[in-house]
């Protein structure tokens, strides 16, 4: 008989970000940083009680440092 595929953990849908127009683009790190991300990733993981990866991380930074581009410029004057 072939073994049954474990079942994917289920993320919380609140993490979870759908976007709709979405592009991806790749971004160079210096490796000491990329391990500074990764372990603040892993210390926010264990607070909150939900896997956090790195990629995540800096998504949400993006996010929080540039809110609402329709909205306002990169400097938060209103358009």
Same mark, same amino acid.
């Given at each position: 008989?072939?073994?049954?595929? $474990? +079942? ?5 849908? %609140? ?10 683009? @790749? #971004?160079?790190? $210096? +490796? ?5 991300? %990764? ?10 009680? @939900? #896997? ?28």
């Amino acid at each position: 008989m072939l073994a049954k595929p $474990e +079942k994917k953990q289920k993320i919380d849908k %609140k993490k979870r970000t759908i976007f709709k127009n979405k592009k991806t683009i @790749c #971004l160079s790190l $210096e +490796k000491d940083h990329l391990d500074f991300i %990764k372990s603040q990733a892993l210390q926010r993981s264990l607070q909150q009680g @939900c #896997l956090i990866e790195a990629n995540q991380l800096i998504r949400e930074a993006l996010q929080n440092a540039f809110p609402a581009p329709k909205q306002f410029d990169m400097f938060g004057a209103r358009r």
